[in-house]
Structures are given as C-alpha cells and as structure tokens.
C-alpha cells in the first residue's frame, strides 16, 4: 500500500504529469458521458415511436372497420328487411351478418388497401411531429398473411435514423431505430 502511495506521489511531483494526465483522462469521460446521453436519448425516442406506431397501427384498421361494418348492414338489409326474417336477425353485431371470406375479399382489396395506408401515415405526421416519414422508414403489411380466418391484421414497421454527436468515430447503423406494431381486428363476435 506505501509503495502505491509513494508511486503515486512520485508520479505527481513529477513536471507534466498533471497536464499529460487531465489531456488522456479528460476526453476519454467526455466521451463515456456524450455515449451514456445518446443511449439514453435513443431509448427515450425509440419509446415514443413505439407508442406512436402502436395507436398508427390500431387507427388504421378504422377504415377496414367502417367498410365492414357497412357491407354488414347492407347484408342485414338484403335479409332480415322481409316479412318473416331468420332467426339472426335478432342479433346486433355486425360480425353476424358477414362472412370471414367476405371480410377478407373486402380486405384485400385496393381501395382498402390505400385508406389503410392513408391512415397510418396521416396518423403518424400528425402525432409525431419529429419524424420525417419517407417511403424507405415506413413499411405497411395488410392484411398479413397466415393469421387465420377471424381476424384481419395490419403490420407497421418503422425505421428511424438518428443523427449521432459521434458520427464520425461510430457507425450510423447503430443509432437507427426500427419499432414494429402488429394490430388485428377480430372478426367474431
């Protein structure tokens, strides 16, 4: 223990040390706090879009939801507006009067398909203002396949790249965020 005092007590009466100590130890705890700031900042960013992706996904299966829902009622119409309606009839869900592969038909189709999209990415630019969505961030799977005939999902995949304070010294693929969400809307009732 005396020798590590006196080695180090050697070392500080020595001219220069002091200098030549601050200029290597400085930046290196510079640099693990800027490290230790970005991490966290990314975590911090990479909740919100997660959050953001989450409420994008459930809000655009609402367009689905509004046609389905229209297609039932004009199902309903077609059969229990007779004189001596089935027995169905006295149901009030919507999923009752609409068949799975009709719901499905009507999923797949283009109009559907761009309301879907439309919906997300108008849901997205208007609760994140930060996020800049161009083609290549935002990824939209609708329906998505093999999930079954009772329900209709949306895929939203988002990839966001972060601007580094050390850019220069680490790769930009570590600072790039990808957030997926993955809503369904059931069609039993």
């Known amino acids: 223990m005396r020798l590590k005092l006196f080695f180090w007590y050697w070392l500080s009466d020595q001219q220069g ?3 030549a100590f601050t200029a290597l130890v400085l930046p290196v705890i510079l640099m ?8 966290g900042q990314l975590y911090i960013r990479q909740a919100q879009l997660q959050f953001s992706v989450r409420q994008a996904a459930n809000s655009g299966l609402i367009p689905l939801a509004q046609a389905l829902k229209a297609q039932a009622e004009a ?3 077609n059969s229990c507006e007779v004189e001596f309606p089935p027995d169905e009839c006295d149901s009030s ?3 009752d009067f609409l068949s799975s592969t009709e719901a499905h038909a009507m ?3 283009a109009n559907i398909y761009e309301a879907v999209e439309s919906e997300v990415t108008q849901f997205l630019e208007t609760t994140d203002p930060k996020l800049f969505l161009a083609a290549e961030n935002l990824t939209l799977v609708f329906p998505v396949p093999n999930q079954g005939d009772h329900r209709i999902s949306a895929r939203v995949l988002l990839k966001e790249r972060q601007i580094s304070w ?3 010294i680490l790769r930009p693929e570590d600072y ?4 997926e969400a993955l809503s369904y809307l059931n069609l039993e009732s």
Request: aromatic share 12%; charged share 5%; proline share 0%.
């Open 107 to 109: 999923a797949a189709q």
């Open 93 to 95: 869900s919507w999923q």
């Open 17 to 19: 040390f002091v200098v």
């Open 32 to 39: 693990l706090g800027v490290l230790v700031l970005q991490s």
């Open 75 to 77: 199902n309903y119409q």
């Open 166 to 168: 050390l850019g220069n």
């Open 176 to 179: 790039s965020i990808e957030v």
